[in-house]
C-alpha cells in the first residue's frame, strides 16, 4: 500500500500545463482509442518493470521500449500529425493529445489505489484488463462487479449515460446474475494532483462488498 501511495505523490502530473479547454477542444483527440486499450498498456507497462509506473516511467515506456511504442507511442505521435494536417494548430493537437492519455494514465492509478486500499479492508478483489477494456469492470469479488468513475455529463454521471456504456448494461442480462456496486468520485478540484477516493468512499464501498459477497 505504501508503494502505491508514494507513486501517487511521486508522479509528474500527466496533464502537464493543458488547462480543460484545450485538452478538450480537439475531438479526434478526445474520442482517439489506440488499437491497444489504455488499460492493457499500463498492466504491460507494469509487469515490463516491476513496479507500478509513476507517469514519467509510462511515458519512457512509451517513448523507448519497442512494445510501448509499437502499443502507444507510435500511434499517437500518427494521430497527432495526422489531425494537424487538417489544420488544428499542432500545439493544441498535441495539448490534446497530453490530456487524453495523462487522464487515460490517472484512470489507471486510482484504480490501482482503490484496489490496494479495498484489499486491506478484507475485500478479495480481482482484476483483468479484458474485463475492463471490455465490459467496464476495474474490479470483482465472487459475483459482484465494482466500477469506479469520476462524474462526468458527457462520459456518464449518476443514472445519465453519455458515451460510457456501464457495466450494468453490458452485464446485465448474465445468469446467474452478478451484482453491482459502483464507488462515483465528484469532479477534480484541484489541479496537480491525483484525484482519489477518499477513505470514507473506500470504507462505504468495502461494506457494500463484502456484504454482496
Known amino acids: 500500500m505504501e508503494d502505491v501511495t ?18 478538450e477542444a480537439v475531438q479526434a483527440i478526445v474520442d482517439w482509442h489506440p488499437d491497444f486499450a489504455f488499460t492493457h498498456m499500463f498492466h504491460i507497462c507494469l509487469e515490463r518493470t516491476g513496479n507500478l509506473p509513476s507517469y514519467q516511467d509510462f511515458r519512457c515506456f512509451a517513448e523507448e521500449d519497442p512494445l510501448g511504442r509499437q502499443m502507444l507511442g507510435e500511434p499517437a505521435r500518427a494521430q497527432v500529425s ?6 488544428v494548430p499542432p ?14 494514465y490517472y484512470s489507471f492509478l486510482r484504480e490501482i489505489y482503490t484496489i490496494v486500499q479495498l484489499r486491506v479492508r478484507g475485500v478479495d478483489l480481482r482484476m483483468h484488463p479484458l474485463a475492463d477494456a471490455l465490459f467496464r469492470v476495474d ?31 453490458l452485464l446485465g442480462e448474465l445468469r446467474p446474475p452478478l451484482e453491482f456496486a459502483t464507488i ?30
Open 6 to 23: 508514494a507513486v501517487c505523490v511521486r508522479t509528474e502530473h500527466a496533464l502537464g500545463e493543458v488547462n480543460r479547454r484545450d485538452g
Open 82 to 87: 495526422s489531425v494537424s494536417a487538417e489544420g
Open 91 to 104: 500545439a493544441l493537437v498535441r495539448a490534446a493529445m497530453r490530456w487524453r492519455i495523462g487522464n487515460a
Open 139 to 169: 474490479c470483482w469479488t465472487g459475483r459482484a462487479a465494482l466500477s469506479l468513475r469520476v462524474g462526468n455529463r458527457k462520459f456518464r454521471e449518476g443514472a445519465q449515460y453519455g458515451r460510457k456504456m456501464p457495466a450494468e448494461r
Open 184 to 213: 462515483e468520485l465528484r469532479p477534480a478540484t484541484v489541479f496537480g494532483r491525483v484525484h482519489l477516493p477518499t477513505a470514507e468512499d473506500l470504507d462505504r464501498a468495502a461494506e457494500k462488498l463484502l456484504r454482496m459477497h
